[in-house]
Protein backbone atom coordinates (compact mmCIF):
# COMPACT_ATOMS: atom_id res chain seq x y z
CA UNK A 1 0.00 0.00 0.00
CA UNK A 2 1.37 3.70 -0.98
CA UNK A 3 2.34 5.53 1.81
CA UNK A 4 1.26 9.20 1.27
CA UNK A 5 3.82 10.93 3.41
CA UNK A 6 6.37 9.97 0.82
CA UNK A 7 5.03 12.12 -1.65
CA UNK A 8 7.21 14.41 -2.11
CA UNK A 9 10.09 12.15 -3.24
CA UNK A 10 11.99 12.80 -6.23
CA UNK A 11 11.56 10.26 -8.67
CA UNK A 12 14.29 8.80 -11.10
CA UNK A 13 12.93 7.96 -14.09
CA UNK A 14 14.33 6.45 -17.32
CA UNK A 15 12.64 6.11 -20.91
CA UNK A 16 14.95 3.46 -22.93
CA UNK A 17 14.54 1.17 -25.15
CA UNK A 18 15.00 0.58 -29.08
CA UNK A 19 11.43 2.07 -29.85
CA UNK A 20 11.04 6.06 -31.02
CA UNK A 21 9.00 7.96 -28.13
CA UNK A 22 12.05 8.64 -25.23
CA UNK A 23 12.21 12.06 -25.65
CA UNK A 24 8.71 12.94 -26.40
CA UNK A 25 7.95 10.93 -23.20
CA UNK A 26 9.81 13.06 -21.43
CA UNK A 27 8.30 16.18 -23.14
CA UNK A 28 4.80 15.12 -22.18
CA UNK A 29 6.22 15.52 -18.42
CA UNK A 30 7.18 18.82 -18.84
CA UNK A 31 3.61 19.79 -19.85
CA UNK A 32 2.36 18.26 -17.14
CA UNK A 33 4.84 20.06 -15.06
CA UNK A 34 4.48 23.39 -15.91
CA UNK A 35 0.85 22.49 -15.61
CA UNK A 36 1.88 22.97 -11.82
CA UNK A 37 3.82 26.25 -12.56
CA UNK A 38 6.96 23.92 -12.14
CA UNK A 39 10.52 25.10 -13.35
CA UNK A 40 11.97 22.60 -15.73
CA UNK A 41 15.58 22.07 -16.52
CA UNK A 42 16.43 20.34 -19.66
CA UNK A 43 20.07 19.56 -20.60
CA UNK A 44 20.65 17.75 -24.35
CA UNK A 45 23.88 15.30 -24.17
CA UNK A 46 23.67 14.17 -28.41
CA UNK A 47 21.31 16.41 -30.13
CA UNK A 48 22.58 19.98 -31.08
CA UNK A 49 23.74 20.10 -34.71
CA UNK A 50 20.32 19.71 -36.55
CA UNK A 51 16.78 21.63 -36.40
CA UNK A 52 13.98 19.78 -34.76
CA UNK A 53 10.29 21.14 -34.06
CA UNK A 54 11.23 21.01 -30.10
CA UNK A 55 13.89 23.57 -30.30
CA UNK A 56 11.08 26.28 -30.99
CA UNK A 57 8.50 24.86 -29.09
CA UNK A 58 9.85 24.58 -25.83
CA UNK A 59 11.05 28.68 -26.07
CA UNK A 60 7.26 28.86 -26.08
CA UNK A 61 7.28 27.25 -22.39
CA UNK A 62 9.85 30.02 -21.46
CA UNK A 63 10.09 31.15 -18.59
CA UNK A 64 9.17 27.76 -17.03
CA UNK A 65 11.50 25.81 -19.46
CA UNK A 66 15.01 25.77 -19.79
CA UNK A 67 16.87 24.31 -22.54
CA UNK A 68 20.36 23.61 -22.78
CA UNK A 69 21.15 21.89 -25.54
CA UNK A 70 24.95 20.83 -25.62
CA UNK A 71 25.82 18.25 -27.48
CA UNK A 72 27.70 18.60 -30.65
CA UNK A 73 25.34 16.23 -32.77
CA UNK A 74 24.73 12.73 -33.09
CA UNK A 75 28.33 10.99 -32.78
CA UNK A 76 29.35 8.72 -36.14
CA UNK A 77 26.43 9.55 -38.23
CA UNK A 78 25.63 11.24 -41.56
CA UNK A 79 27.09 14.62 -41.64
CA UNK A 80 29.03 14.00 -38.01
CA UNK A 81 32.42 15.55 -38.75
CA UNK A 82 33.83 16.34 -35.30
CA UNK A 83 35.74 14.40 -33.73
CA UNK A 84 35.21 11.94 -30.86
CA UNK A 85 37.47 13.94 -28.39
CA UNK A 86 34.91 17.29 -29.14
CA UNK A 87 31.84 14.58 -28.58
CA UNK A 88 33.50 13.84 -25.30
CA UNK A 89 34.28 17.45 -24.41
CA UNK A 90 30.97 18.12 -24.89
CA UNK A 91 29.79 15.29 -22.99
CA UNK A 92 31.50 16.32 -19.32
CA UNK A 93 30.63 19.93 -20.01
CA UNK A 94 26.36 18.51 -20.14
CA UNK A 95 27.37 16.65 -17.05
CA UNK A 96 28.97 19.55 -15.41
CA UNK A 97 25.71 21.70 -15.96
CA UNK A 98 23.49 18.86 -14.90
CA UNK A 99 25.22 18.70 -11.64
CA UNK A 100 24.92 22.66 -11.31
CA UNK A 101 21.45 22.46 -12.69
CA UNK A 102 20.50 19.71 -10.38
CA UNK A 103 22.16 21.06 -7.22
CA UNK A 104 20.44 24.82 -7.40
CA UNK A 105 17.02 24.29 -6.22
CA UNK A 106 15.69 25.69 -8.86
CA UNK A 107 13.84 23.13 -10.59
CA UNK A 108 11.58 20.61 -9.76
CA UNK A 109 12.09 18.57 -12.62
CA UNK A 110 15.20 17.92 -14.70
CA UNK A 111 15.58 15.75 -18.02
CA UNK A 112 19.01 14.67 -19.09
CA UNK A 113 17.81 13.98 -23.09
CA UNK A 114 19.87 11.31 -24.66
CA UNK A 115 22.25 10.55 -21.42
CA UNK A 116 22.39 6.98 -22.05
CA UNK A 117 23.45 7.24 -25.54
CA UNK A 118 25.99 9.40 -23.91
CA UNK A 119 27.27 6.53 -21.84
CA UNK A 120 26.89 3.76 -24.01
CA UNK A 121 29.21 5.63 -26.62
CA UNK A 122 31.81 6.58 -23.61
CA UNK A 123 31.48 9.83 -24.13
CA UNK A 124 30.58 9.29 -20.11
CA UNK A 125 31.49 6.53 -18.04
CA UNK A 126 29.15 4.47 -15.59
CA UNK A 127 31.00 6.01 -12.75
CA UNK A 128 30.43 9.36 -13.69
CA UNK A 129 26.81 8.39 -14.07
CA UNK A 130 26.49 7.23 -10.66
CA UNK A 131 28.16 9.88 -9.01
CA UNK A 132 25.50 12.38 -10.75
CA UNK A 133 22.25 9.84 -9.68
CA UNK A 134 23.97 10.01 -6.21
CA UNK A 135 24.09 13.64 -6.30
CA UNK A 136 20.16 13.99 -7.14
CA UNK A 137 18.88 16.19 -4.53
CA UNK A 138 16.11 14.21 -2.59
CA UNK A 139 12.77 16.51 -3.69
CA UNK A 140 14.17 16.75 -7.50
CA UNK A 141 12.35 14.77 -10.32
CA UNK A 142 15.23 13.09 -12.37
CA UNK A 143 14.17 12.15 -16.05
CA UNK A 144 17.22 9.68 -18.19
CA UNK A 145 16.02 9.23 -21.64
CA UNK A 146 18.05 7.12 -24.49
CA UNK A 147 18.62 3.96 -25.64
CA UNK A 148 20.21 1.32 -23.86
CA UNK A 149 20.00 2.10 -20.27
CA UNK A 150 22.48 0.98 -18.15
CA UNK A 151 21.70 -2.46 -15.70
CA UNK A 152 22.47 -0.34 -12.77
CA UNK A 153 20.08 2.54 -13.94
CA UNK A 154 17.15 0.40 -14.14
CA UNK A 155 18.01 -1.20 -10.90
CA UNK A 156 18.31 2.24 -9.23
CA UNK A 157 15.29 3.97 -11.06
CA UNK A 158 11.76 4.51 -9.48
CA UNK A 159 10.09 4.04 -13.04
CA UNK A 160 11.54 2.94 -16.19
CA UNK A 161 9.34 2.52 -19.40
CA UNK A 162 11.23 0.17 -22.42
CA UNK A 163 10.23 1.86 -25.50
CA UNK A 164 10.01 -0.90 -28.14
CA UNK A 165 9.51 -0.70 -31.99
CA UNK A 166 6.59 -2.94 -33.61
CA UNK A 167 6.53 -0.96 -36.64
CA UNK A 168 8.39 1.95 -38.24
CA UNK A 169 7.44 3.71 -41.19
CA UNK A 170 11.39 4.22 -41.93
CA UNK A 171 11.25 0.35 -42.99
CA UNK A 172 8.64 1.15 -45.40
CA UNK A 173 11.20 3.85 -47.29
CA UNK A 174 9.06 6.31 -45.35
CA UNK A 175 11.91 8.87 -44.21
CA UNK A 176 11.65 10.93 -40.81
CA UNK A 177 8.48 13.40 -40.68
CA UNK A 178 8.75 17.02 -40.15
CA UNK A 179 6.26 17.82 -36.66
CA UNK A 180 6.51 13.97 -36.02
CA UNK A 181 10.37 12.95 -35.96
CA UNK A 182 12.13 16.17 -35.55
Not at 21 to 26: E, N, P, S
Not at 91 to 114: F, N, W
Amino acid sequence: MPDSTNRDKGLLIVYTGDGKGKTTAALGMVIRAIGYGWKVCIIQFIKGSWKYGELDGIKRLSPNVELNVMGEGFVGIIDDNKSFEEHRNAAKKALETSIEKMLSGLYELVILDELNVAVNLGLITQDELEELILRKPERLHLVITGRNARKWLIENADLVTEMKEIKHPFRKGILAQKGIDF
